[in-house]
């Protein structure tokens, strides 16, 4: 290696593993105060949090790693152009291409990593990650009652409108269904308030309910009685339930039964699930459109069909042929097939909705593992030509150049991302449209810089007004002169 690309690089790594370590650190106290209620306040020991933020910190490499090099790229060459050794080089004969050689080796190099790391260390670390949280969560019983949902907790079914208090115990417009030996929900208790109170040396939680009424579904033996769906109603103004949390404090923590997301799938098991979810989402609308068909009867519209010898023509309409009762039997049982149609309809629109959203989001995850390391290499070449360029380095400028650009480039993703998600656009195009954005920004930064030239080409703007005004000049004297 010659002393140049020595010198380059070194100076390019330098800032390199700087940026890198202060952006982790920076985006690591962001999740630290986004999961900070998962943690606080349920006795975890420093090897537990240390694991949480350990598992987690991988998947803001996506993140930190573009930015990263973004920012040094503005920033190094930046420095090189503003202390004059670009100019120093260029009198010695070599041109920024042969400046940027050794870099792009190395970024060649950290975009094979990236995707190794995108497709096994990631996936690894999401697996990890979301079971620790599983599992954390279920040492609080309040963590597991997400607002404004059923959550299973012990032998009840509770929905809760809002918590609050310092440990989330105070609960507002509580439904419980309560489980019973029967199969469904017989018993149901309404409350405008609750509090949960428990110890951590006991094994048993009380759900403290506050003025409230006691549903319970009555089942006669009579079938007949059954009709009426009796219930008996009770009301209170205070009603404990105990809560047996035994299976829910013995916790463990190193439990990892949970693996239903694509975040914790390999390139090879995302084509696999892929393939699955294709194949059984259009045998599903096979077998829809084959049972819509059939509920219409034209299968066997001639089954037993007996014309008669004479035709009659039918004027206005066919109930016409028919008696007051029958025609309104035949319309009641027509719109009895259109209401349950359009029922099954919405229902199946429903699921099949649910089910292309997550398909969607199986092939945004697998193209996601390739876009990382394509846009180590983009963005290299949208920062080094752009630091020669503007011929600043520091924290300053590049600085802001850098966040602008990447925000740019973050938010086109996260907003194509999410209309990928719901079928608006492709998801193929979704995970590479910020990163085809900037494709053509790099190649014009690094055409510009290659060839001496600013930023923006503003005399060619502002030659054709100049044209214009001197003509309009020449006219001018023409016409004085006449």
């Known amino acids: 290696m010659k002393i140049l690309d020595r010198y380059i690089l070194i100076s390019y790594l330098k800032t390199f593993f700087t940026v890198f370590i202060i ?86 190099l950290v975009s094979l990593t990236a995707f190794f790391f995108a497709n096994n260390v990631i996936p690894a670390a999401e697996f990890k990650s979301i079971n620790l949280r599983k599992n954390i969560a279920q040492l609080k019983p309040a963590m597991a009652i997400t607002e404004g949902v059923f959550n299973e907790v012990g032998t009840i079914n509770i929905k809760v409108d809002k918590k609050s208090g310092p440990n989330d115990q105070y609960l507002d417009d509580v439904i419980i269904h309560q489980k019973t030996a029967r199969s469904g929900n017989f018993t149901v208790i309404k409350a405008v308030e609750g509090e949960l109170v428990g110890s951590t040396d006991s094994d048993v939680l009380s759900l403290i309910l506050k003025d409230g009424n006691y549903y319970d579904e009555i089942q006669p033996s009579d079938l007949s009685k059954r009709r009426n769906k009796p219930f008996a109603k009770s009301h209170f103004k205070e009603y404990t339930i105990n809560l047996d949390l035994s299976d829910i404090n013995n916790v463990d923590l190193e439990d990892e039964s949970y693996s239903n997301t694509q975040g914790m799938l390999k390139i090879s098991e995302l084509n696999q699930s892929i393939d699955s979810f294709s194949t059984s ?105 752009l630091g020669a360029i503007i011929r600043k380095g520091g924290m300053g400028l590049p600085m802001v150049v850098a966040i602008l650009i990447f925000l740019t480039y973050h938010f086109i993703g996260i907003f194509a991302k999410n209309s990928a998600e719901d079928g608006s656009v492709s998801p193929f195009l ?20 290659t060839t001496d030239q600013g930023l923006f080409a503003f005399d060619n703007l502002i030659d054709p007004f100049k044209k214009g005004l001197k003509k309009a000049g020449l006219l001018r004297r023409k016409t004085e002169i006449e």
């Not at 993140?63 to 930046?78: E, N």
């Open 430 to 449: 979704a995970s590479w449209l910020s990163t085809l954005i900037m494709l053509p920004l790099g190649i014009y930064l690094t055409y510009r810089a």
């Open 23 to 108: 952006l982790m650190f920076i985006f690591v106290l962001q999740t630290i105060w986004l999961y900070i209620g998962e943690l606080a306040g349920k006795d975890l020991d420093a090897e537990v949090i240390f694991k949480f933020l350990l598992y987690f910190s991988p998947k803001l490499v996506p993140l930190v790693l573009p930015l990263t090099i973004l920012l040094t790229s503005i920033m190094t060459f930046g420095n090189f152009a503003e202390n004059y050794e670009f100019a120093a080089m260029k009198s010695s004969g070599i041109s920024l291409q042969r400046a940027m050689r050794s870099l792009t080796f190395f970024i060649l």
């Open 281 to 385: 989402y259009n045998t599903n609308i096979k077998e829809f459109s084959r049972n819509m068909f059939n509920r219409t009867g034209l299968r066997n519209i001639n089954t037993n069909l007996e014309p008669a010898d004479t035709v009659k023509v039918i004027e206005n309409s066919i109930l016409e042929n028919y008696d007051n009762n029958e025609a309104i039997q035949i319309v009641n049982l027509a719109l009895g097939n259109v209401n349950g149609s359009m029922s099954h309809l919405i229902l199946k629109k429903n699921e099949f909705r649910t089910a292309t959203k997550q398909l969607n989001k199986f092939e945004i995850a697998l193209h996601e593992k390739y876009v990382l390391a394509v846009a180590c290499i983009v963005l290299f070449f949208v920062g080094a030509p």
